[in-house]
């Protein structure tokens, strides 16, 4: 079931085979979320119009426009649910301070599912509580409560109330016990129906009566401990006891009898399975497991009700269905004969799941939404992220493994540009940030579909440290960010040449955050191996960064950094890569937001001292009015085409010729803020 076929075949052979406009990679997407009402009344569609973020609801039956709701230009909508067919629940987020990026409020109002019928916003929960005014969101029962709110489901047999959490925001100095809570969403009265086990964020899964049975909270230093409890009094009880005290148990759904968890676990390995638990008893039984990687997402039923498949990050295929009798079971196996190499994610449903809204994306193919009828086994096309984007022109990303020198196998993901030989191409290097936890994944990639469309190949490592390959996995990164994590990217770029994807000498390394000090110590640990080094966001210097990082703010944010990055300044100063800045015979370009508060700008600031003390060329992008990474669209923009600029000077085709020579000299500067050599 091809999208837009008509689209599709106007298309002359000139204008598809022309370069992709880099704008079209810069764009942010025009659908992020579609959802049916539980009655399959209406369908709501989450759509970026003019700059702007709307909630637009269509009624089915004559496809008329029975809600429109403009979020305003200073405001983004940050997520949105069903609360019986008539109402939805929304979050907000609002630029912080002078940061583009939005930050979500914590705030919740409720609207009608068709605002022709008069009132159709409520404040529901949030610090401005009744006394909101103004005439689009009015005033209310609800009482002011500093804390962040998240809509957890609807309450059950109560079509006029929801379950949502709250927690403190992750910034405050003082971090309380999460709480569960039961609020009317035309009045925004509410009340307490539980309190978390211990103090920090705390994530609820509550039964078919809506009683909360488990609970999943962070402690102080930062390791997820599982909660169960048991009737509507019972105490908390902690999983994570006795042989169980370092494992991973984290329960995603309960049976609609609620007889039955299932459970995400390593049970008793070091991979994180699917299983099913029996309540009272300690019968259980594994329902998906991998000997090489975690499971990273589960496909419900198209009721919500119990896992149909498991997908994994790897080989494919990457959705494995399960053993189950489930009927939805054969009609994902159906769906995926007609969606071939794709992903299928069942992302809303009707009550009686008959409707279903299906996500479908792959490597190529940005997302698109259908809505399928489960009876008929007819999928309609509702939209697309990007609709611009047309798959065919869209470059392959591979999975990979190789070992690295301990023997250790490393996962990743290589894009190898469309049109293109597979061999001596210039290859960009892109670790990603977080670092612990994030996973490079086969999805649709924006950075490297634009690099892969100019005929770079793309190198994704998921060093050691990463998510989805085990918890020994993860934790072999603790405090070795400029050791076995930088050795781990190394590894891969000399297998990329070893396989032949790559030419020696046309290597450049880019990356943000985390990723951007991975680039930076890259190219200073191994000088020769890389021509340029592009920091996006990026730290340089860790003690500087962990005096002014906003994870310092509160304690569970300094043990994060002790316990992952290093406890003391002499460990952190000889990890930092503007220590070993000598060095550096790559070219550099820094890219940073200048009210980043995550990684400051004085990091990069640090690092062009450091530069120019020693008559190192770089080029310098820094924009005002941006945080940790650049949110605007034509900040992005920018950014891609300065990126593409640099890099074609430095490993592209200007620079194919010399490719075991020096790199080039740097061009003339001149006025813009791209390249300036000594802005202060």
């Not at 259980?284 to 039923?301: F, G, I, P, Q, Y």
């Amino acid at each position: 079931m091809p999208r837009k076929i008509i689209a599709v075949l106007m298309i002359p052979a000139a204008v598809s085979a022309a370069e992709i406009p880099i704008a079209d990679f810069a764009r942010d997407p025009e659908i992020t979320h579609l959802t049916i009402s539980p009655d399959g009344k209406y369908l709501a569609e989450a759509r970026l119009m003019d700059g702007h973020d709307y909630l637009v609801v269509q009624r089915l039956s004559d496809h008329k426009i029975t809600a429109k709701l403009d979020i305003g230009k200073d405001w983004r909508l940050g997520s949105y649910a069903w609360v019986g067919s008539e109402r939805i629940v929304l979050s907000f987020a609002e630029p912080d301070g002078f940061q583009n990026r939005p930050r979500l409020t914590g705030e919740l109002v409720s609207m009608s599912a068709d605002m022709s019928a008069g009132e159709s916003m409520r404040y529901v929960y949030g610090f401005r509580g009744g006394d909101v005014t103004g005439s689009r969101i009015p005033r209310s029962g609800s009482d002011a409560d500093f804390r962040d709110a998240e809509f957890i489901e609807p309450m059950p047999g109560d079509p006029h109330s929801a379950i949502i959490a709250v927690n403190d925001f992750p910034r405050s100095a003082r971090i309380r016990n999460g709480e569960l809570k039961r609020v009317n969403v035309y009045s925004g009265t509410s009340a307490s129906l539980n309190i978390g086990p211990i103090q920090g964020y705390t994530r609820f899964l509550v039964d078919s009566k809506g009683m909360p049975r488990y609970a999943v909270a962070v402690d102080e230093h930062w390791r997820a401990r599982t909660f169960s409890r048991s009737g509507d009094d019972g105490e908390w009880t902690p999983l994570n006891a006795g042989d169980l005290r370092e494992s991973r148990i984290i329960p995603f759904a309960i049976s609609s009898d609620d007889k039955r968890v299932f459970v995400e676990s390593d049970d008793g390995s070091d991979r994180l399975c699917i299983v099913e638990q029996e309540f009272g008893t300690a019968t259980h039984k594994r329902l998906s497991c991998d000997d090489a990687a975690d499971v990273t997402d589960t496909v419900m039923s198209f009721d919500g009700k119990e896992p149909i498949a498991a997908v994994y990050e790897g080989n494919p295929p990457w959705e494995r269905l399960l053993d189950t009798d489930n009927l939805d079971r054969q009609r994902l196996h159906e769906l995926q004969k007609v969606f071939p190499n794709q992903l299928i994610v069942p992302v809303s449903h009707t009550d009686d799941g008959k409707k279903v809204v299906l996500h479908v994306y792959s490597d190529r193919n940005p997302g698109d939404y259908y809505l399928f009828d489960a009876a008929a086994m007819k999928a309609d096309y509702m939209g697309s992220a990007r609709s611009w984007i047309d798959p065919d022109q869209m470059s392959e990303r591979r999975a990979i493994e190789f070992k690295a020198r301990d023997g250790q196998s490393i996962h990743g993901i290589i894009t190898l540009p469309k049109g293109h030989e597979p061999q001596n191409l210039p290859l960009v290097v892109y670790p990603h940030g977080g670092p612990f936890g994030t996973l490079d994944t086969w999805a649709w990639d924006a950075d490297a579909q634009l690099l892969a469309s100019r005929g770079y190949a793309v190198l994704q490592v998921n060093f050691r440290g990463s998510g989805g390959y085990g918890e020994s996995f993860l934790n072999a990164g603790r405090q070795r960010w400029d050791s076995i994590m930088i050795d781990d990217i190394t590894d891969g770029t000399q297998w990329a040449i070893k396989q032949g994807f790559a030419k020696p000498g046309r290597i450049c390394i880019y990356g943000g955050s985390y990723g951007g000090y991975a680039a930076m110590m890259s190219a200073v640990r191994e000088p020769d191996l890389y021509r340029c080094v592009i920091g996006y966001a990026g730290i340089y210097d860790l003690n500087r960064w962990k005096r002014d990082t906003d994870i310092s703010s509160n304690g569970n944010g300094r043990n994060f950094i002790a316990e992952f990055v290093s406890n003391t300044p002499e460990r952190l100063k000889q990890a930092s890569p503007i220590t070993l800045i000598d060095k550096l015979k790559a070219d550099v370009m820094i890219v940073h937001g200048e009210e980043d508060e995550r990684v400051p700008v004085n990091q990069a600031n640090l690092l062009r001292e450091a530069l120019e003390s020693r008559h190192l060329h770089y080029e310098w992008l820094v924009k005002p009015n941006e945080g940790h990474g650049f949110f605007g669209e034509k900040n992005r923009q920018d950014m891609y085409e300065k990126m593409l600029a640099f890099l074609e000077r430095n490993i592209g085709s200007e620079s194919a010729g010399a490719a075991d020579s020096k790199p080039p000299d740097p061009p003339t500067v001149g006025a813009g803020e791209s390249s300036k050599q000594s802005p202060k």
